[in-house]
């Protein structure tokens, strides 16, 4: 499937040094698109490398926690632990 923008919520931490804490709920996708690279290239000019972003994937059930590891394409870690 595809990223949905408008399920994607910028969060805390915009226009500081810090990171910034993101959302995302996805219907139809599974944690295995979500983690694949490129996925957020849409967004790519609302992250930075060290942003985090919450997903919840309803079709599996699956909350996952990232973090931005770079840009162009965009890519995602999952943090371990979480």
Do not use: R, W
Not at 19 to 24: E, G, L, Q
Not at 29 to 41: H, K, M, Q, R
Not at 59 to 79: A, E, M, R, T, W
Request: hydrophobic share 40%.
């Amino acid at each position: 499937m595809a990223f949905t923008k408008e399920t994607f919520s910028p969060g805390f931490g915009q226009g500081s040094n810090a990171p910034t804490i993101n959302t995302y709920l996805t219907i139809l996708d599974n944690a295995t698109a979500v983690e694949t690279s490129g996925y957020f290239n849409n967004i790519e000019y609302a992250l930075k490398v060290g942003d985090l972003i919450i997903t919840y994937q309803e079709v599996d059930h699956y909350h996952g926690f990232y973090y931005v590891s770079s840009l162009s394409p965009v890519v995602i870690n999952k943090i371990v632990g979480a």
